[in-house]
C-alpha cells in the first residue's frame, strides 16, 4: 500500500490545507498498486511540482467545458507535474534508476504507461528539480509567451509581473539575455525579490506593495512606454500597467493569481486603453504549444549552459518529513513565500 493525496472539498475561496478536519480541501487515502503490464513505468516521486494553475484545476462548480483540462473532482490525486526514479520497468526505453519527467501527482508511488514519462536531457551541474522550473512547464511557458504571444523583437522594452516567480524570472532573465530587449521591467512583491530580480537581469524592479508604485510604473516605462506586457497576476497590476502599454502594443494574458482565491479582484477598470491604444490581448496555455517542448528546452538549456539564465536562487525547494505536509508546502505559492519555483521534495 502507498500513500497519495486526494481533493476531499472543492473549495471556492482560500483552501483549507489541514488535514483531518471536516472541510478540509485534501485528504489521504492508501492505495494498491496493480502489477505492471507492458510498457509501463513503477516509479517513486522524488519531485513535485508546484504552480498556481494547480488552484483552478480544483475550484469547485467550474464548467468543464471550459477548461482547457479535466477538473479535479472530489476522490481524484491531485494532479502535478513531478520528477521521478524508475523502479521497474516493463519498456525497452527505460531503465530501473532512471529519472523521468510526468505528471504523476501528489503520489508517493505509481504506475504510468511508459508514452506517459519523458526522461531527462542531460543538463550536469544542475538539480533534476530544474526540470520541474526553468527547463520544465514555467519556462516552456516564459519562452512561448516571450517568443510567439509578445514577439518580443530585440530593442523593444517589456514589463513582466510576477517577476520573481517561476515563470516571471525565466521571462526576465530570456527576454533581457537572449531576445536582448533594451529594457525589462520586472514588478514583485518584497524589496528582497525586487534585488535579486536586478541581479538577475531586470533593469528596473518595483515592489508593487510600495504606495509609490503606481508613480514609479510610469516613469520606469518613459519615454516611450512598453511594447508589450507579460502579465502574470491579473487584477490591480494588470490595470495599472495598460496605462503604460505605448499604441498597438500587446499583453501575454498568462494568470491572475491576485485572484485564484479571491474572485473580486478579477477587475478591469481600463478597458479603454486597451480600446483607445489598440492593444491587443492574447490568453495562452502553455500545452498549445507542447508539440515545440524540444524547441524550448534546447533554447533555455543553451542560456543555462552559456550563463545566460541563472537557476541559482531561482528554486525554492521545500523538503517534507512527512508526505503529509506537501499540502502546506503547496499553499505557500497564494501567500507569496516563495522567490522563483516552489518544489517538494518527497523522496531522496
Same mark, same amino acid.
Given at each position: 500500500?502507498? #500513500? ?24 489521504? #487515502? ?14 517513486? /516521486? ?31 490525486r491531485m494532479r502535478a507535474a513531478s520528477i521521478a526514479k524508475v523502479l521497474k520497468? /516493463? ?9 523521468? =519527467? ?5 503520489? $508517493? ?7 506517459? +514519462?519523458?526522461?531527462l536531457p542531460d543538463l550536469p551541474g544542475v538539480s533534476p528539480s530544474v526540470f %520541474? ?22 530593442? =523593444? ?13 525565466? +521571462?526576465? =532573465? ?5 531576445? #536582448? ?37 510610469? $516613469? ?47 477587475? %478591469? ?41 541563472? @537557476?541559482?536562487?531561482?528554486? /525554492? ?5 512527512e508526505f503529509k505536509e506537501i499540502p502546506k508546502v503547496w499553499i505557500r505559492l ?11 521534495? @518527497?523522496?531522496?
Open positions: 500500500m502507498v #500513500k497519495e493525496i486526494v481533493l476531499a472539498n472543492a473549495p471556492t475561496g482560500f483552501p483549507v490545507i489541514e488535514l483531518g478536519k471536516a472541510d478540509s480541501t485534501f485528504e489521504i #487515502k492508501e492505495v494498491e498498486l496493480l502489477e505492471l503490464q507492458d510498457n509501463q513505468l513503477l516509479l517513486q /516521486t522524488i519531485f513535485v511540482s508546484n504552480d498556481p494553475a494547480q488552484r483552478g484545476w480544483i475550484q469547485k462548480d467550474q464548467n468543464s467545458d471550459r477548461a482547457y483540462l479535466p477538473p479535479i473532482l472530489p476522490g481524484d520497468s /516493463t519498456s525497452s526505453s527505460f531503465k530501473e534508476g532512471t529519472l523521468v =519527467q510526468c505528471y504523476g501527482g501528489w503520489a $508517493e508511488q505509481l504506475v504510468v504507461n511508459a508514452k506517459d +514519462a519523458f526522461p %520541474l522550473g526553468a527547463v520544465g512547464v514555467p519556462g516552456l511557458t516564459a519562452y512561448f509567451g516571450l517568443k510567439d504571444v509578445c514577439k518580443l523583437q530585440e530593442g =523593444q522594452v517589456i514589463i513582466i509581473s510576477g517577476a520573481a516567480g517561476a515563470t516571471g524570472n525565466v +521571462a526576465v =532573465q530570456l527576454a533581457k539575455h537572449v531576445l #536582448k530587449a533594451s529594457k525589462v521591467i520586472a514588478i514583485a512583491g518584497s524589496d528582497e525579490k525586487c534585488q535579486w530580480l536586478r541581479e538577475i537581469g531586470a533593469d528596473v524592479a518595483l515592489n508593487y506593495k510600495s504606495s509609490s508604485f503606481p508613480n514609479a510604473l510610469v $516613469e520606469a516605462a518613459k519615454p516611450s512606454y512598453a511594447d508589450c506586457y507579460f502579465d502574470n497576476v491579473g487584477g490591480p497590476i494588470l490595470n495599472a500597467c495598460l496605462s503604460v502599454i505605448k499604441r498597438n502594443g500587446c499583453v501575454a494574458a498568462c494568470g491572475a493569481i491576485s485572484a485564484y482565491n479571491d474572485p473580486s479582484q478579477m477587475i %478591469l477598470s481600463n478597458w479603454a486603453e486597451i480600446i483607445i491604444n489598440r492593444i491587443t490581448v492574447k490568453g495562452f496555455i502553455v500545452m498549445d504549444y507542447y508539440h515545440r517542448r524540444a524547441e524550448a528546452v534546447e533554447v533555455i538549456s543553451s542560456a543555462i549552459k552559456e550563463g545566460k539564465l541563472s @537557476v541559482v536562487g531561482g528554486e /525554492t525547494i521545500v523538503r517534507c518529513t497564494f501567500r507569496g513565500e516563495n522567490t522563483g519555483k516552489l518544489v517538494t521534495q @518527497v523522496a531522496d
